[in-house]
């Protein structure tokens, strides 16, 4: 049975009034251990040991474009999320397991009421969206569908919903390299060794190295920086939308792999700490 890839949105509505932090991956990130352990304590316990990292990501916590006028508002002063209750917001929820996909789906379905907590909130779950085209962050496919894929565009339009950031080697001195403006390569690395665990192909190296003598980044539409948090320390990352463009299509097999990756990172997310929140992005 191939691997199915589900990008899940999950409907909130605030059980009471309070205050989050201004970036609520972490939160998020617990509140998924809470309902994958509810069903299976052991596997729960696997990942958490494991970390594993290719089985989900997650979203930061959204608000609808009322949030303010419905009660929600950011605090200049400590950056923390007000909510108040009955706000809604939504969670998206990358699945790329089909046995943490039962779970969580089993959790939901066994659930009188299903809730999820954030910090000292309560979330009432009111609906998930699962079905492709209700919503334009949800999407569903197969490892197998994806490696059918045979399109080659000649550019893509990518919108970075969440801070993204990408580890890329070490300074002289060893101090970790980290960059905020995703270029092609940069980008499409961490998805071609993930790729390549996952199906046990092997790209290697040589096509990253063709993306980046190939691909550009054509236009930008607008990109800003955002900070978030992460135990307790600051960090920063980027987001918004920007093209890649192909300058040479010769090579379509490499072309190809390149539209398959992007479109596997609707899943995935792209960059680090993506079970955090961060790298959420899909092609327009």
Do not use: C
Request: no cysteine; net charge neutral.
């Amino acid at each position: 049975m191939t691997q199915s890839l589900h990008a899940l949105v999950i409907q909130l509505i605030a059980q009471e009034a309070g205050a989050l932090p201004g970036t609520v991956g972490e939160l998020a990130h617990a509140a998924f251990y809470a309902a994958v352990q509810a069903v299976d304590p052991v596997l729960s316990q696997q990942m958490h040991d494991a970390q594993n990292r290719s089985a989900f990501s997650l979203s930061p916590l959204y608000f609808s474009e009322r949030a303010e006028r419905d009660g929600y508002w950011q605090s200049p002063q400590d950056g923390r999320i007000h909510v108040s209750q009955g706000q809604e917001g939504w969670l998206r929820l990358g699945l790329l397991n089909d046995r943490l996909f039962a779970l969580f789906m089993q959790h939901l379905l066994t659930s009188s009421r299903p809730t999820i907590r954030l910090g000292d909130l309560h979330f009432a779950i009111s609906q998930v969206f699962g079905a492709p085209g209700s919503h334009p962050w949800v999407g569903y496919t197969t490892v197998d569908e994806l490696r059918a894929q045979a399109d080659t565009p000649d550019r893509w339009v990518l919108q970075f919903e969440s801070p993204t950031a990408i580890r890329w080697g070490e300074a002289d001195n060893g101090a970790r390299r980290v960059e905020i403006f995703p270029q092609p390569r940069m980008a499409v690395a961490g998805l071609r060794t993930r790729w390549d665990r996952m199906t046990g192909e092997s790209w290697g190296r040589a096509f990253e190295e063709w993306v980046e003598r190939n691909v550009v980044v054509g236009r930008i539409w607008r990109w800003e920086t955002q900070p978030f948090a992460f135990q307790k320390q600051r960090y920063v990352g980027g987001l918004g939308k920007l093209e890649y463009r192909l300058l040479d299509s010769r090579d379509t097999g490499n072309v190809a792999h390149l539209n398959r990756l992007l479109r596997f990172a609707f899943y995935t997310g792209i960059g680090y700490k993506t079970t955090h929140g961060l790298g959420q992005v899909r092609v327009l």
